[in-house]
């Protein structure tokens, strides 16, 4: 099969970018990979699954099993002084070289470090996806230098309740003081028509354009179609018949 160009990736469906995961060991943690590629799932195909880091340290115990069973390539990085991390610049130059087989359409960077920031912004100057997964203590510079970035704590909750019954959305959600309701309500107001609905797709793209990091789930809701039915006293949702489909298309508006 002849590789895919990068001049073709705009058109491709979502779902069938070729990716590249590239994991961070200094900032990552082995306990969420395993949802963390789950999440990869949704946007792409991991072709390319790579680790960095010093897997002769005690502290790397814990990615063996994991890196088995999930076929990542570890890429062994010796610290070759105290205080210099060699893991970043083999990531960089190993993401530049698969950036230039021009293969791919799309790379996600998982770390919490703010020197990837560079490196972010230029796959995408290069007409790349770039998807983000960090902890929430990742530098905002980060993140927004992402098309679309995930806080691995989302996912950790995630695999911490796997086993247990499905819980319900939180319904003291739309008492969080954390949620962003301007903001929401300012992307709302932008991304919508001239009488102030706004299709539910296209209101998720243009928050996830304005704040990459905006996650429904970080309010208790697993979908935004879930936060906009939960959120009542900010939403009004409306269901239109799609033309030449059995199926609905959900808009939003203001109330």
Not at 35 to 46: K, M, P, Q, S, T
Not at 114 to 125: H, I, P, V, W
Not at 225 to 230: E, F, H, I, P, Q
Request: aromatic residues 10%.
């Amino acid at each position: 099969m002849d590789p895919v160009s990068k001049s073709e990736s705009p058109t491709r469906p979502e779902g069938q970018l070729r990716l590249a995961v590239l994991i961070d060991a200094d900032n990552a943690q082995a306990s969420v990979i395993e949802a963390l590629l789950e999440e990869v799932a949704r946007y792409g195909d991991a072709v390319v699954r790579r680790i960095y880091g010093d897997f002769t340290a005690p502290t790397s115990a814990a990615w063996k099993k994991v890196l088995q069973r999930n076929a990542i390539k570890p890429v062994q990085q010796f610290a070759y002084s105290t205080g210099k991390n060699a893991t970043d610049s083999t990531l960089i130059i190993d993401a530049m070289d698969l950036l230039y087989t021009d293969t791919f359409d799309g790379f996600c960077l998982v770390t919490s470090d703010s020197d990837f920031t560079g490196l972010a912004t230029r796959l995408r100057e290069a007409g790349l996806m770039v998807y983000g997964f960090g902890e929430r203590k990742t530098p905002e510079a980060f993140r927004n230098a992402c098309h679309r970035f995930v806080f691995v704590e989302v996912l950790r909750e995630a695999t911490a309740e796997s086993g247990a019954p499905k819980r319900q959305p939180r319904k003291t959600a739309e008492h969080d003081p954390k949620f962003p309701k301007k903001f929401v309500l300012r992307a709302l107001e932008q991304s919508a028509d001239d009488e102030g609905w706004a299709e539910l797709g296209t209101f998720g793209r243009y928050l996830v354009k304005l704040q990459p990091d905006f996650d429904s789930r970080l309010y208790g809701f697993r979908k935004l179609s879930d936060l906009v039915r939960g959120r009542t006293d900010l939403f009004a949702i409306e269901e239109r018949a799609i033309e030449g489909s059995s199926q609905k298309a959900i808009y939003v508006r203001a109330r």
